[in-house]
């Protein structure tokens, strides 16, 4: 009897851990992690040459709602940085290196050196090598840029299907050459075929939208997580536009960019983008862009039209987006996907100036298919709104741009981050959400190590990234490294270092070098220990006897008046 009384007692604590054990299995996961199970889709979106203020959820008046869609129901950062020009940031992006080390340290042509050969280096794996290894679908439409010769192109570097240009940019109605430099034919690819559009017969905007769109459909018969990449060369040079998207713009611009700088500084405020504090000490208007009172009225009528024509290619892109995002909810796959949306680097400073009267080509009015117009400082100082400088300088305007995420039900909508993110960061956090291993060698060739940090914290948990990280730039002897609130740049020729508490100085207004030499001195000690294991090499020792673009001269500060 003993021990049948004992054999019950012995079941039933067995019964009890077997209940146990199932009740532990069945509890949900912790609510620290948000991710399914089920590797999602990424969409990332890239813009060409757009400034910081240019978005209606980050002070604009150009009309954006998709992407302030994605901004309200998803994440904003206010600080987050790229390269400060198209090449050098494409290969950071689609590697996760920075550019040197990826082989793009200049530009897409070669300089005679492995960090500056000009193409993505085989010790550098994209998003597409990487993620088709895991078992997504990879996905490109629109700029490439990283690469000319058929051997680097995207198809060839992992990407399952491809449209788009190889350069740096093209006409938008024919995709022909571009009056700069030396002409040549844009070639314009899908897969691996070039394409040759007839003369008004597309908007590339549109089609880059489209293509993506298409990939998409296609993509559905398959049974797998997809990446798309949607790199849009709006709103860069030339500004040419539709018509009807022109027709929405006309007299938004008659007041001038001294007072629509004043209206972006005030909705930037209440957004919560800046402080009131930042916005009364915005950056000055650099010396070279004039007030815009002292304009004749046929100055003002052109600089008008430019800056509709402008926002009328970023509207286009943001509908295009509309597109994308209608496709993944008739798909029924808006529940698991990552959108992600950034810029390549801030306004630009290149005006028709530098290449000659005219640059050859303006044969009708602004934004039609015969002209070539850029936005020049002029306009560039409001889009890049309230920092200083422009694309190709490693000051705020040039390198620090809009980020937005949107993942519903996985980040929480409306969030707004400090961030201090950087291009380098996302590669791990696609590879994080993907669940992507990253090899250590590659088809034989050992690869890079990943730089970067996962944001995934940070999107889903809201937890933000080390502000002691040290994050660097280096393009055609500009330079700089941030740690913390301290920015150390200098602007080429000079090699002088300029020291700013962005935390109270976004602007860059007062340099504070001189009274903080030690902080100099640890702030460089970081920057050319960087340098030396980049692979960086001194711009003068490799600068191009014909720079592929001019450069501009270095930005001045000027009135404070706005």
């Given at each position: 009897?003993?021990?049948?009384?004992i054999?019950?007692?012995?079941?039933?604590?067995?019964?009890?851990?077997?209940?146990s054990?199932?009740?532990?299995a069945?509890?949900?996961?912790?609510?620290?992690?948000?991710?399914?199970?089920?590797?999602?889709?990424?969409?990332?979106i890239?813009?060409?040459?757009?400034?910081?203020?240019?978005?209606?959820?980050?002070?604009?008046?150009?009309?954006?709602?998709?992407?302030?869609?994605?901004?309200?129901?998803?994440?904003?950062?206010?600080?987050?940085?790229?390269?400060?020009?198209?090449?050098?940031?494409?290969?950071?992006?689609?590697?996760?290196?920075?550019?040197?080390?990826?082989?793009?340290?200049?530009?897409?042509?070669?300089?005679?050196?492995?960090?500056?050969?000009?193409?993505?280096?085989?010790?550098?794996?994209?998003?597409?090598?990487?993620?088709?290894?895991?078992?997504?679908s990879?996905?490109?439409?629109?700029?490439?840029?990283?690469?000319?010769?058929?051997?680097?192109?995207?198809?060839?570097?992992?990407?399952?299907?491809?449209?788009?240009?190889?350069?740096?940019?093209?006409?938008?109605?024919?995709?022909?050459?571009?009056?700069?430099?030396?002409?040549?034919?844009?070639?314009?690819?899908?897969?691996?075929?070039?394409?040759?559009?007839?003369?008004?017969?597309?908007?590339?905007?549109?089609?880059?939208?489209?293509?993506?769109?298409?990939?998409?459909?296609?993509?559905?018969?398959?049974?797998?997580?997809?990446?798309?990449?949607?790199?849009?060369?709006?709103?860069?040079?030339?500004?040419?536009?539709?018509?009807?998207?022109?027709?929405?713009?006309?007299?938004?611009?008659?007041?001038?960019?001294?007072?629509?700088?004043?209206?972006?500084?005030?909705?930037?405020?209440?957004?919560?983008?800046?402080?009131?504090?930042?916005?009364?000490?915005?950056?000055?208007?650099?010396?070279?862009?004039?007030?815009?009172?002292?304009?004749?009225?046929?100055?003002?009528?052109?600089?008008?039209?430019?800056?509709?024509?402008?926002?009328?290619?970023?509207?286009?892109?943001?509908?295009?987006?509309?597109?994308?995002?209608?496709?993944?909810?008739?798909?029924?796959k808006?529940?698991?996907?990552?959108?992600?949306?950034?810029?390549?680097?801030?306004?630009?400073?290149?005006?028709?100036?530098?290449?000659?009267?005219?640059?050859?080509?303006?044969?009708?009015?602004?934004?039609?298919?015969?002209?070539?117009?850029?936005?020049?400082?002029?306009?560039?100082?409001?889009?890049?709104?309230?920092?200083?400088?422009?694309?190709?300088?490693?000051?705020?305007?040039?390198?620090?741009t809009?980020?937005?995420?949107?993942?519903?039900g996985?980040?929480?909508?409306?969030?707004?981050?400090?961030g201090?993110?950087?291009?380098?960061?996302?590669?791990?956090?696609?590879?994080?959400?993907?669940?992507?291993?990253y090899p250590?060698?590659?088809?034989?060739?050992?690869?890079?190590?990943?730089?970067?940090?996962?944001?995934?914290?940070?999107?889903?948990?809201?937890?933000?990234?080390?502000?002691?990280?040290?994050?660097?730039?280096?393009?055609?002897?500009?330079?700089?490294?941030?740690?913390?609130?301290?920015?150390?740049?200098?602007?080429?020729?000079?090699?002088?270092?300029?020291?700013?508490?962005?935390?109270?100085?976004?602007?860059?207004?007062?340099?504070?070098?001189?009274?903080?030499?030690?902080l100099?001195?640890?702030?460089?000690?970081?920057?050319?220990?960087?340098?030396?294991?980049?692979?960086?090499?001194?711009?003068?020792?490799?600068?191009?006897?014909?720079p592929?673009?001019?450069?501009?001269?270095?930005?001045?500060?000027?009135?404070?008046?706005?």
């Amino acid at each position: 009897m003993k021990n049948i009384l004992i054999q019950k007692y012995l079941l039933a604590i067995a019964a009890l851990c077997v209940l146990s054990t199932l009740g532990f299995a069945q509890s949900p996961k912790p609510a620290t992690d948000r991710r399914d199970a089920t590797p999602p889709n990424i969409i990332l979106i890239m813009v060409d040459d757009m400034g910081y203020s240019d978005l209606g959820s980050y002070g604009s008046e150009i009309q954006t709602p998709n992407l302030d869609r994605l901004a309200n129901e998803g994440l904003r950062l206010k600080e987050f940085y790229n390269n400060s020009i198209c090449a050098p940031t494409r290969a950071s992006l689609i590697t996760g290196q920075y550019p040197h080390k990826a082989g793009v340290g200049y530009f897409n042509v070669n300089l005679g050196l492995p960090a500056y050969q000009g193409y993505l280096n085989k010790q550098s794996l994209t998003f597409g090598e990487v993620l088709k290894q895991a078992g997504y679908s990879t996905l490109l439409s629109g700029k490439w840029h990283v690469g000319n010769d058929s051997l680097y192109w995207p198809k060839q570097r992992g990407f399952d299907r491809f449209y788009g240009i190889l350069g740096g940019a093209s006409n938008y109605f024919d995709a022909g050459p571009l009056p700069i430099g030396r002409p040549s034919p844009v070639t314009v690819l899908e897969d691996n075929k070039r394409q040759h559009p007839k003369p008004n017969s597309f908007y590339f905007t549109d089609e880059v939208t489209n293509h993506a769109v298409t990939f998409l459909d296609e993509q559905n018969k398959e049974n797998k997580p997809f990446f798309l990449y949607l790199a849009y060369t709006a709103p860069h040079w030339p500004l040419q536009a539709l018509p009807e998207d022109i027709a929405k713009y006309k007299g938004k611009y008659d007041t001038g960019w001294d007072a629509l700088r004043k209206e972006r500084l005030t909705r930037q405020v209440k957004l919560g983008i800046i402080t009131q504090k930042l916005a009364d000490a915005a950056a000055a208007r650099d010396a070279d862009v004039p007030e815009w009172d002292a304009l004749t009225y046929e100055e003002k009528g052109l600089w008008k039209a430019k800056m509709e024509v402008y926002a009328a290619m970023l509207d286009r892109a943001d509908q295009g987006i509309g597109k994308v995002l209608d496709k993944l909810k008739e798909l029924q796959k808006d529940k698991n996907t990552l959108i992600v949306f950034i810029s390549d680097n801030g306004a630009p400073a290149e005006d028709v100036a530098h290449w000659g009267p005219k640059a050859g080509r303006n044969t009708g009015p602004v934004g039609t298919a015969g002209s070539f117009e850029s936005q020049g400082k002029n306009w560039s100082y409001l889009s890049n709104t309230p920092f200083r400088s422009f694309k190709s300088f490693a000051y705020e305007g040039g390198i620090r741009t809009p980020f937005i995420a949107w993942f519903p039900g996985k980040i929480k909508a409306g969030t707004l981050a400090r961030g201090t993110g950087h291009l380098i960061d996302l590669a791990p956090t696609f590879y994080d959400l993907a669940k992507a291993s990253y090899p250590a060698s590659y088809q034989g060739t050992a690869i890079n190590a990943l730089p970067g940090k996962s944001l995934t914290n940070l999107l889903f948990n809201n937890q933000e990234l080390d502000a002691q990280r040290p994050l660097f730039w280096e393009w055609a002897g500009n330079r700089a490294v941030r740690r913390g609130k301290w920015k150390l740049v200098s602007i080429y020729p000079s090699y002088q270092w300029e020291l700013y508490d962005l935390e109270s100085d976004a602007g860059e207004t007062q340099n504070v070098a001189a009274r903080n030499s030690n902080l100099v001195d640890d702030l460089s000690a970081l920057y050319f220990n960087w340098a030396k294991q980049t692979d960086v090499v001194d711009y003068d020792k490799i600068k191009p006897k014909e720079p592929l673009l001019p450069t501009p001269k270095k930005p001045s500060v000027g009135n404070r008046n706005f």
